[in-house]
């Protein structure tokens, strides 16, 4: 597959709880991508990082945060989680420095469910 | 209006058909496009880049039109392996300079026998 892999694959959080995700990208690849799929929509931009450094955001509100490492693996964090929280998080990473190609590699996703 | 729209089907076709899904953008200054395919509780594959001279990789075929701010895909002989959610994926700068990349809901492709 495409070498990019997420943890946990199912998670289920109560309202007002907090969770972490975490993503381990394809080997050489220092960008990574986080998305929101709710059943039946395209993916959501949340945001990407590069180099450790956050590079983009979509419209998500600041409850929403994310860490990249040294090793470029990378973890998003969901503060008060709501019930519409409730989604397919996705992990992408891309290739280095490849201009305006934006390949992206996307991993199983972990399915969250808020009660 | 959405940033990025697709009609979501679905598009019930029979196996050798040929179809085509547009995908329409609303911010002229995006800079890059894509087409995904994503199956059925799969995460979603890079398809193939759009350009605006148009790119063909063996059925497929997509093709950027700046001046009308859509991107097309066609698929030609359609087979049963090609069922899927196609998404159009744009990449654009927001207000804040840094880059944003917006899906479309995605169209989905039923090919029957």
């Known amino acids: 597959e495409t070498g990019v892999t997420q943890s946990p694959t199912h998670l289920i959080k109560t309202r007002g709880q907090q969770v972490t995700l975490r993503c381990s990208s394809q080997s050489g690849h220092n960008t990574v991508s986080w998305y929101q799929q709710a059943l039946g929509q395209g993916p959501q931009f949340i945001f990407q990082y590069y180099r450790e450094e956050e590079n983009g955001r979509g419209n998500f509100p600041p409850r929403f945060s994310g860490l990249q490492f040294p090793n470029y693996s990378s973890e998003l964090n969901v503060n008060a989680l709501e019930l519409d929280d409730s989604a397919l998080y996705l992990c992408?990473?891309?290739?280095?420095?490849?201009?305006?190609?934006?390949?992206?590699?996307f991993g199983p996703g972990t399915r969250l469910t808020v009660t | 209006r959405k940033e990025v729209e697709q009609d979501p089907g679905p598009f019930n076709v029979p196996e050798g058909a040929t179809v085509a899904f547009n995908c329409t953008y609303s911010?002229?200054?995006?800079?890059?496009f894509f087409w995904y395919r994503q199956d059925c509780r799969k995460e979603p594959k890079l398809l193939m880049s759009v350009y605006s001279s148009g790119n063909e990789d063996g059925r497929f075929t997509a093709q950027l039109n700046r001046a009308s701010q859509y991107i097309s895909l066609l698929i030609r002989d359609s087979k049963l392996s090609d069922s899927a959610t196609y998404l159009c994926v744009v990449i654009g700068v927001r207000d804040t300079g840094r880059r944003a990349l917006t899906f479309g809901s995605g169209t989905r492709l039923q090919v029957q026998p």
């Open positions: 992408a990473s891309s290739p280095p420095d490849l201009p305006d190609s934006y390949e992206q590699y």
């Open positions: 911010n002229s200054a995006s800079q890059s």
